[in-house]
């Protein structure tokens, strides 16, 4: 089957906002459990786009909706990104001859007031198997782990989360970065923008006020 080309531009804005809204309230809350951090993966740049704004892939904090959608697009008629699973709400790319084997990345972010807030990545090794030792998230995470160093700084700390077990963060700008084992298979990075989350809880807090 041919996976070229994805069409990425149908969702339409009334529909992506409230999808957004939800998924965000979703991800802020999760969030919070992470927010004691607070006391690139870049295969291209930007002009004018802050550094500490940057992705990966050309994307960025604060990107609009509809350039998002364009910018992937473009990409997969570069052949660099394919729909992934979950249809039109999933973007796979896949990192060759960087890691010991090929790994699988997929990603989609958050939208809110059409641009984006928070990109939620998942990576696992695409020989990954239950008996493939080698192919485990937690191995799979010391590699990241150093990858992201030489991608977005050194400067990453290590918070011990009584639930969430090692999560590795960083802060610069408004970017913070979350990188962690979701499970057995995946590891787990999120970008967000911390204006934007201060404005959220904020106005969540107001909310509760009123």
Not at 80 to 108: C, N, Y
Not at 112 to 123: L, N, Q, S
Not at 180 to 200: C, N, P
Request: glycine share 6%; aromatic share 16%.
């Amino acid at each position: 089957m041919n996976k070229y080309p994805i069409n990425f531009r149908y969702i339409g804005k009334d529909r992506s906002h409230f999808c957004s809204s939800v998924w965000a309230l979703a991800f802020w809350v999760c969030g919070l459990f992470l927010t004691a951090c607070d006391n690139g993966f870049t295969f291209g740049s930007n002009d004018g786009i802050s550094e500490t704004d940057s992705l990966f892939l050309g994307m960025y904090l604060g990107m609009e909706q509809q350039a998002f959608f364009d910018h992937c697009t473009e990409l997969n008629s570069q052949k660099l990104i394919t729909q992934g699973p979950g249809g039109s709400t999933s973007v796979e790319h896949r990192i060759k001859d960087v890691f010991d084997a090929e790994v699988v990345m997929r990603f989609f972010p958050t939208f809110i007031d059409h641009k984006i807030f928070e990109m939620p990545v998942t990576y696992n090794y695409a020989a990954w198997a239950p008996w493939n030792k080698q192919y485990q998230a937690d191995v799979l995470l010391e590699k990241m782990l150093g990858k992201y160093k030489e991608w977005y700084g050194e400067d990453f700390q290590l918070l011990n989360h009584e639930t969430q077990g090692k999560v590795y963060y960083k802060i610069d700008g408004k970017r913070r970065i979350n990188l962690f084992i979701k499970d057995d298979q995946f590891v787990q990075a999120v970008f967000t923008d911390l204006k934007t989350e201060k404005r959220l809880k904020e106005e969540y807090k107001k909310s509760l006020e009123e």
